[in-house]
């Protein structure tokens, strides 16, 4: 009997110390690994809008030694003439098959790093925005030539290259928007760009180091009441 | 074919010598330009391209500027500038275009009777010199003040400083670098013993690893941000940001990590527990280079008036700073830096990988800090303990802000207790200014008085009678401005400004006179990377401008004491220098003859037998190291640099119930400190038209708030009222909002807290807690 009472009590001070020792390291444990997991995923959350600015800068170093090919290269003058005004979303110029496809994937195998295409003589131009798929919500075909009704609509002057820098020599400003533009190198640089807005420098990334845009709405805010100390009389 | 970079260099290269057409076509090779542009350049303008430094940050690009008929026109990058090899920012390319501004300060204007009347300059000077002699005869030295700039030229520092120290006889003398390099000076001085960088920005042509710490360099630092990423591009050089706030550095970065206000003192602390405790310690550099040492702690904020505090350093050894830091392992300090114990580990993984070269930066993120000179003592003993410093491609890297920073308020040393070489309290120091400036050693006080802070609560107190300031903005500038503007608009005290511009500042003025800018003057500046660069005058300035240095001497002749200023208008500046360079003679400060300067794009000192020394206290490139040294730390007596034992300590204010919000203040790429130039450029004033107050995404929808609606910002010491800012420039970390300081339309600091470092008097501009609600 005493010989039992022995072995079971033997066996639970074993399995208390076992409780105890399991639970100790358990909870250094979970010390060890604490990773504030809430405070981390806030950060994923949101992605920068001006990340932009350096996207597809991966690609820089190649555009910056890329041969010209000249005999294919669009111009502005092309460039705006697929769009209904400055700024505006440009049209499909060619084809579509199939006209359930929302685009997504399907242009964007042209579209999301460009390349030649035989088919059209040309390169395709590169999206600013590939993470936006439902491309034919904005881009449309022109499937006819004719209007329903005419229309006074004037075109809006699309801004002229050359005439953007304040000073002699210095940077041009930007004088289109930003938005859905963020993205620099996808116009400005590769084979498609127009060969009038082509950086001579894509390997410079941080495009708005150099380069602000002119079209920031500037609020009306009240000046600094400069009570006294101004210069004239 | 396309060109490639070196080809478009040696085309900027040969520009210089052509005419204003070819020079802006060849700039653009692929861009056609329009016939428009061409009719507005004059026939055969012919520009005259003259060499400087870039008015703006500390980095010190070399500019060209274009001149034509006596007008500045155009401003490119000095290719020959191994700074900036060509390159400027956007800031760097209009610079020019604020110096004809309607407002321009052309004449002294003297206020009688409450208007300002505009006065001859001659008279105006009469009239500062009088007010400042009889303030001194009433009430003695000490209630007369000079507040002046890290945008002060070296030769208009040491005239202010001989003035002050020199002539009159006291230490009330001050900058505007105590709010932006003091604790990056403390630092450099309680490690090494000797200020200013060891490394150079070729640093970044050899480092594998580019660490920022609270550093937003795609915007602030731009020029050094692109060679950064021209050698992460060509070299596979990696970027980390390691930031409060989301900004473009973090997303042109490999990595970006966000931290919680004020703990990167805690993080600091756990890189170097796991550099130890992974032993990745680099033994024998520590062991024959490097003592511990311990400081006072719980040291407090200065947030009281007369508030002093002095440290006792006291020796301890390895063991003892093993044991501190046990304190500080990845997984404690991971529960309040909010920063996960893997990113912390993979942070010290590269400072002790020995094959990896890293290169730490950081600017006002670890300066304006409440223990700004701790923070700076850590940086370092990482790269201490890894012995990855003062070698190409491995150091710690502290940046400034002004582009003169270093080489006026810290070389010539506009600060209270500094003379051109060393301290007042030092009795050798003060014997050699005294002979250098011929002055009775008596003369100079020993013992510092006003740190910037401290000078403007005198002014309120009462105790300072007279304030001179120059180059500067205090009223926009300065912490808790709520306080010193009041103050300086009280009658008990006469102030002049120096400026360019009308400013908040110049609003109190009671005399104001008209500075000349930049290039309408000669000068000297001085560089974060040890770089001293001159630049010879390129435009007349309007009216009255004069150059500040000359208005400082006609005062000091108006005071009688002419004899120790005997420079001449025309060469002041030459001679000025030629005196100064007495001061830093020999292998360990010498600086650069005025003949190198103006024919090379700035020197870098110690310059030593006619060669730029990139790389101090390694003996392989610094001649002023002991033979068989290695590396010497000279500064130190034994030759020694110090690791310290800081610990994380936190903030002065910190948010609470009534006021949840951090707010951390700081500055966009378009805009200059306080914008008094750079909103007078058309180029940079539509592209960023005024301040903004940025939230986090989820904070914004908790509070209702919709991007560019007005918001009311306010803490315990005043409030501002901002559109809100929501995922636009930056993106702030939960809990926290960001505004921008340069807008004198919207002052953010008269809600920010005038807190400071203790050892370095630097106010913390980052954090103070502040609630927010729709205005």
């Known amino acids: 009997m005493k010989k039992r009472l022995g072995i079971i009590s033997l066996f639970v001070l074993l399995f208390i110390a076992f409780i105890i020792i399991w639970n100790f390291s358990y909870q250094t444990g979970k010390e060890e690994a604490y990773i504030p997991i809430i405070e981390e995923s806030q950060y994923k959350t949101y992605i920068p809008s001006e990340r932009g600015v350096f996207e597809r800068s991966e690609f820089a170093l190649e555009y910056a030694n890329m041969p010209v090919d000249k005999n294919h290269q669009r111009t502005l003058d092309s460039y705006y003439d697929n769009r209904a005004y400055h700024g505006a979303p440009p049209s499909i110029p060619h084809a579509i098959k199939d006209e359930k496809n929302l685009g997504g994937n399907t242009c964007l195998q042209c579209h999301q790093n460009g390349g030649f295409v035989e088919k059209f003589n040309a390169y395709a131009p590169v999206t600013p925005h590939p993470e936006m798929i439902n491309c034919r919500q904005c881009h449309v075909a022109q499937n006819s030539n004719t209007l329903f009704k005419p229309s006074n609509l004037a075109k809006v002057h699309a801004p002229k290259v050359g005439v953007n820098n304040a000073l002699i020599g210095t940077p041009p400003m930007i004088p289109h928007q930003i938005q859905m533009r963020e993205n620099c190198l996808s116009c400005h640089a590769g084979p498609a760009a127009p060969e009038e807005i082509r950086v001579t420098h894509p390997e410079r990334i941080n495009c708005r180091q150099c380069h602000v845009p002119t079209d920031r709405v500037v609020r009306e805010i009240k000046p600094f009441t400069r009570t006294n100390s101004s210069n004239d009389e | ?775």
């Open chain 2, 1 to 775: 074919m396309y060109n490639s970079l070196s080809t478009r260099r040696s085309f900027i290269k040969k520009m210089a010598k052509l005419s204003a057409i070819t020079a802006a076509a060849s700039m653009f090779p692929g861009i056609l330009f329009a016939s428009e542009q061409e009719e507005g350049i004059p026939n055969g303008a012919n520009l005259d391209w003259k060499k400087g430094p870039c008015r703006f940050c500390g980095v010190g690009c070399g500019i060209l500027v274009g001149t034509e008929n006596g007008k500045a026109v155009a401003v490119k990058g000095d290719p020959n500038s191994s700074v900036n090899k060509g390159l400027l920012c956007v800031k760097g390319y209009h610079q020019t275009m604020c110096i004809q501004s309607k407002d321009r300060l052309t004449h002294a204007l003297v206020k009688k009777n409450g208007k300002y009347v505009k006065t001859p300059i001659s008279e105006a000077l009469d009239i500062v010199a009088n007010k400042m002699k009889d303030t001194i005869a009433a009430h003695g030295k000490d209630s007369v003040a000079m507040y002046t700039s890290g945008q002060s030229t070296i030769p208009e520092g040491y005239v202010a400083s001989k003035l002050m120290k020199g002539a009159i006889g006291t230490n009330n003398l001050d900058c505007n670098a105590r709010l932006c390099m003091a604790s990056a000076v403390t630092g450099f001085l309680t490690t090494f013993g000797a200020d200013e960088p060891m490394g150079c920005y070729e640093d970044i042509d050899h480092a594998d690893y580019f660490i920022t710490w609270g550093n937003n360099m795609a915007e602030m630092h731009p020029v050094l941000f692109s060679r950064m990423l021209e050698q992460k591009t060509r070299r596979g050089a990696k970027i980390i940001d390691f930031a409060t706030r989301t900004t473009r550095s973090s997303t042109a970065s490999n990595r970006s990590i966000l931290f919680e206000p004020q703990t990167d003192l805690a993080v600091a602390n756990a890189i170097c527990y796991e550099i130890i405790n992974n032993g990745w310690v680099n033994k024998s550099f520590v062991e024959k280079h490097c003592n511990f040492s311990k400081g006072l702690t719980n040291i407090g904020y200065g947030v009281e008036d007369k508030f002093k505090f002095t440290d006792k350093p006291e020796k301890i050894d390895f063991a003892a700073y093993k044991e501190f830091l046990k304190d500080y392992t990845p997984e404690k300090v991971a529960k309040y830096s909010k920063v996960s114990a893997k990113d912390i580990k993979y942070l010290a993984s590269i400072y002790g990988d020995p094959n990896k070269k890293v290169v730490s930066y950081w600017c006002m993120g670890m300066n304006q800090h409440t223990r700004g000179t701790w923070m700076n003592n850590l940086m370092y003993n990482i790269h201490l303990l890894t012995g990855k410093i003062s070698q190409p491609g491995n150091g710690p890297f502290s940046l400034t802000g002004q582009p003169s920073a270093c080489g006026t308020a810290r070389e010539v040393g506009t600060f209270t207790h500094k003379l051109p070489k060393g301290v007042v309290m030092n009795e050798k120091h003060r014997r050699l200014a005294a002979k250098i400036w011929k002055v009775p050693y008596e003369r100079i006080p020993a013992k510092p008085t006003y740190h910037a802070t401290e000078m403007f609560r005198a002014v309120d107190r009462g105790d300072i009678k007279f304030i001179w300031t120059q180059a500067v903005n205090p009223l926009v500038s300065l912490p808790k401005t709520s306080r010193y503007r009041p103050a300086m608009e009280k009658e008990s005290c006469f102030v002049v400004v120096s400026d360019v511009f009308p400013t908040p500042t110049s609003d109190v003025a009671d005399v104001i006179l008209p500075a000349s800018w930049h290039i309408e003057k000669s000068g000297l500046y001085g560089n974060s990377e040890r770089r001293t660069q001159h630049w010879d005058k390129m435009v007349e300035g309007p009216g009255d401008t004069t150059p500040d240095a000359w208005m400082f001497i006609e005062v000091a002749k108006r005071m009688g004491y002419g004899d120790l200023f005997p420079y001449s208008e025309e060469n002041h500046v030459e001679e000025i220098y030629n005196e100064y360079r007495q001061f830093h003679e020999g292998a360990k400060h010498g600086m650069a003859p005025l003949e190198v300067l103006k024919k090379e794009s700035g020197a870098i000192w110690p310059y030593v037998n006619g060669k730029s020394t990139q790389w101090r206290f390694n003996e392989k490139y610094d001649p002023a190291c002991k033979e068989g040294s290695d590396f010497d730390f000279y500064g130190k007596p034994d030759g020694k640099a110090v690791i310290w034992q800081r610990p994380y300590e936190p903030a002065a204010e910190s948010p609470d119930k009534e006021y949840p919000f951090w707010l951390n203040t700081g500055r966009v790429i378009e805009h200059w400190h306080t914008g008094s130039m750079t909103r007078r450029i058309p180029v940079l004033h539509k592209a960023m038209p005024n301040a903004y107050v940025e939230f986090h995404p989820d904070d914004a929808k908790v509070l209702g708030i919709r991007n560019g609606e007005n918001i009311k910002v306010t803490s315990r010491r005043g409030s501002c009222v901002l559109p809100a800012s929501i995922n636009e420039r930056g993106l702030p970390t939960k809990g926290q909002v960001f505004v921008p300081f340069f807008d004198e339309n919207m002052l953010i600091n008269d809600v920010t807290l005038d807190a400071f470092c203790p050892i370095s008097k630097e106010p913390d501009y980052k954090k103070c807690a502040v609630k927010v609600e729709k205005a």
